[in-house]
């Protein structure tokens, strides 16, 4: 029996410093991470090509090892490198001296605001008081540490406002929608100003037990190639899933009030951008998309043929997306070898789909395009379902870049078919792989 393991998702991670700062349920589990990284003593650099929030350069730090990141959102790329910062003592004192103006300005401040965020319907968000108040705290905190990409590492002191303004608003995150309460409730500037302090308190605290490994944070589309290839031994990500979660529909209202988003329509454009997204324009733009390029994934038509003939309402529209996905996906894999040294292990955590009832096994595909990318001893394994009804579950993809004769233990072999997970293409593409790939350390096909 498979069970929901909350200890295997962002749940587990909110009470841990800096891993609990901002409440993003795009997070994967800190103990999973662990987990995985435990089992890659040689790793001494860990590349994640799909940051969010920095989970793996955190837990990897934590343990010794040094990582480098990529995501395409800029408002992870700056959070992601605030978590993986290291404060001096003088930092510090900087920090509480920062905050402590702060709130005397905002305590201080009578003046009407003159910028809102610009979020849609914002008075779902926060009522107007709550909202002149959280503006007053945003000016006094850009008159003494400056907009938060250019506060260095007083920027932590954002990370408590971004937190304070989400929990003093009336939205709540639900696994596929946000919902708000009926009426936003106005609270007072005591109240507010209070957590914002009691936050940045206890995120200053969690900063100063320093990191005893770097991480870095890049801006990237890692579906494109990287910008110079670096042999790395070990990947440990999750990348977006092809469920339509927006990671935007969350992160919105944090980029707004801390400046990454100027207006309403560069969320589309950002998620556009993004794998799996569909914020406004990323919907639209799916009904003229057709792929540049070929995919390493044999199975994917006729899974897009299926859904597109479920005769429903958006069969077309929900095709295009999961086609697009798994291209963007084949793209990344073709990407990423240019960033592995030969035996380099990789671990991709994932989730399945089902569109109109039609079953998208992601591990099978991810599994057909590592095979055609170079990558042997495929394998994937459940970590958790991840909803009581539907047979939605978690997996770890994992592969070996490249020819070596290295043996590879699968570690859990419980899977929801009952029976050891062993795709019966993998022979017949092992070996179509091994005369292409064989004698070469790195194959030199890449994506144009
Ligand atoms: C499931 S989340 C990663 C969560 C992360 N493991 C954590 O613990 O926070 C997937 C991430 O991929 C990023 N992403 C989506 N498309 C991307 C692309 N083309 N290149 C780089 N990052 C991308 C999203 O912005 C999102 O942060």
Redo the contacts with the bound molecule.
């Keep these: 029996m498979i069970s929901q393991r909350s200890d295997y998702t962002f749940k587990y991670n909110r009470s841990l410093g800096r891993h609990g700062w901002l409440r ?1 349920t ?3 589990s800190v103990k999973l991470v662990g987990e995985i990284i435990d089992t890659l003593p040689d790793a001494r650099n860990i590349l994640d ?8 350069g955190v837990v990897a730090a934590e343990r010794g090892h040094k990582s480098t990141l ?4 800029p408002f ?1 790329v700056w959070f992601g490198n605030i978590k993986l910062a290291n404060v001096s003592r003088d930092d510090i004192a900087a920090l509480r001296d920062a905050l402590r103006q702060a709130v005397l300005s905002a305590t201080d401040s009578q003046a009407a605001p003159e910028w809102f965020p610009p979020l849609k319907n914002i008075e779902r968000w926060w009522s107007r008081e709550t909202l002149t108040i959280l503006a007053q705290l945003r000016s006094s905190l850009v008159k003494i540490i400056d907009e938060p990409k250019n506060a260095g590492f007083l920027a932590l002191l954002w990370i408590a406002f971004a937190r304070v303004a989400i929990e003093h608003s009336a939205a709540a995150f639900n696994h596929v929608s946000v919902s708000f309460h009926a009426d936003p409730v106005s609270h007072s500037k005591q109240e507010i100003l209070l957590a914002f302090e009691s936050y940045a308190e206890a995120f200053i605290a969690s900063a100063i037990t320093p990191l005893p490994e770097k991480g870095v944070v890049h801006l ?4 494109s190639p990287f910008p110079e290839e670096l042999p790395f031994g070990a990947v440990v ?4 899933y092809p469920n339509r979660i927006s ?1 935007i529909r969350e992160l919105r209202p944090y980029m707004f009030w801390l400046g990454f988003l100027g207006e309403a329509r560069e969320a589309g454009e950002l998620d556009w ?3 799996g997204g569909t914020w406004g324009v990323a919907t639209s733009r799916l009904t003229t998309w057709s792929p540049a390029h070929e995919c390493a994934m044999p199975s994917l038509e006729a899974i897009v043929e299926k859904i597109k003939s479920a005769g429903e309402k958006n069969s077309e529209l929900l095709a295009l997306y999961v086609k697009k996905y798994f291209y ?1 996906m084949d793209k990344h894999i073709r990407s990423i070898q240019s960033m592995l040294k030969p035996s380099a292990e990789v671990h991709y955590i994932i989730g399945n789909s089902t569109f109109y009832d039609v079953p998208v096994a992601t591990p099978d595909l991810y599994e057909e395009s590592l095979l055609a990318h170079g990558f042997k001893n495929v394998s994937s394994r459940v970590i958790r379902k991840r909803n009581s009804k539907k047979e939605l579950f978690e997996y770890c993809t994992s592969a070996t870049y490249g020819w070596t004769k290295r043996t590879y233990h699968q570690t859990a072999p419980e899977h929801p078919r009952e029976q050891p997970y062993e795709p019966q293409y993998e022979q017949l593409r092992l070996l179509e792989s091994e005369a292409k790939y064989l004698g070469k350390q790195r194959p030199t096909s890449r994506y144009p």
């Design positions: 993003l795009p997070a994967y090509p799909f940051s969010g929030t920095a989970t793996t990529f995501d395409i959102n992870l990237h589309d890692s579906s990500t999750s990348p977006p990671y951008q993004a794998i963007d």
